[in-house]
């Protein structure tokens, strides 16, 4: 199962996207956590201590891979570079382990102008791709609300877009632009997962803005998850709800992917 968790900022997308990670590795599932978010911080939403998390070098900095695999030098513009070049074995030699879950942070590409095509971006789009369509593992990737490392090719082998939707207005409305790029893009499926709600209110806030989406679960307002972001500490060791809750989710999501799977064998 491949997901994308996106949303506006703040929503909550990486506490989802850790606990998801977590609570599809405790069924013995191989979970493939990737961070494709400039600001990554989804290792120490994982439990991964700040020291140990910082020392985590994401792949558009590693230079003198990055070189080995296309032939050119990172940073330099023009030039020939390998457009597909190898990415197969990173997930084995770079990612960070926890509980279960294999993390691979991306880091950003410096943008040298609009549609930039460096040795850089070269490896994120073969390596997204390769993460999406050639491994088996379950994929969550933490993105922001945009999707520039998202090929056509690569949008299809992702079985849902998950924007993760507070209730408020304006999550509301990324929400519902993340929908038309993923329609664009040619992802079938999009769900929505309300977070932060405090109340029943909250919960028909979000089904009511969001009709016409499926609402998969939700994760509550836990102050001890908020708690955790401050202490730096993991979200599935901080809120045994949270948890429960993530467990009711995947359960969703693998009905949803049961039926889609039959579906096409149908017809
Ligand atoms: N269910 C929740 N209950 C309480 N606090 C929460 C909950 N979900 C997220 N938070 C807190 O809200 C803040 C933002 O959460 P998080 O980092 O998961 O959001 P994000 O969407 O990934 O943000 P960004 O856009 O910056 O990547 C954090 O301090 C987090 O601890
Ligand atoms: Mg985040």
């Known amino acids: 199962m491949k997901l ?36 990554a911080n989804l290792a120490t939403a994982l439990g991964i201590p700040p020291e140990e998390a910082s020392r985590i070098t994401p792949v558009a900095e590693m230079k003198s891979f990055i070189e080995e695999r296309t032939g050119a030098k990172p940073g330099v513009i023009g030039g020939y570079f390998k ?21 691979i942070v991306l880091g950003t590409v410096k943008k040298g102008g609009a549609g930039c ?41 992702i079985d849902a877009f998950i924007a993760v939707v507070e209730p408020g207005q304006r999550s509301v409305q990324t929400a519902q632009l993340v929908k038309q790029l993923a329609r664009d893009i040619g992802v079938e499926h999009f769900y929505v997962v309300g977070s932060k709600v405090r109340n029943e209110e909250d919960r028909e806030f ?52 049961e039926e889609a799977h039959g579906e096409k064998k149908d017809s």
Not at 83 to 103: M, Q, S, T, Y
Not at 121 to 141: E, P, Q, T, Y
């Open 117 to 157: 095509i460096c040795p850089e971006s070269a490896v994120l789009r073969a390596l997204i791709g390769h993460l999406i369509l050639g491994r088996k593992d379950v994929v969550i990737m933490d993105m922001d609300a945009g999707i520039e490392h998202l090929g056509r090719g690569t949008a299809k082998g």
């Open 206 to 257: 979000i089904i009511r803005n969001m009709s016409g989406s499926k609402v998969i679960g939700f994760i509550g307002y836990h102050p001890e998850i908020a708690e955790a972001d401050r202490l730096g500490k993991g979200v599935y060791e901080a809120s045994g709800e949270a948890v429960e809750e993530a467990r009711k989710i995947r359960e969703s999501l693998e009905r949803l992917y």
């Open 4 to 39: 994308s968790i996106t949303g506006k900022g703040g929503v909550g997308k990486t506490t989802v996207s850790s606990l998801l990670a977590r609570v599809f590795a405790e069924e013995g599932r191989t979970v493939l956590a990737i961070d494709a978010n400039p600001d």
């Open 83 to 103: 457009l597909n070049p190898k990415v197969d074995d990173i997930p084995e030699r770079f990612a960070a382990r926890v509980d279960g879950v294999k993390l």
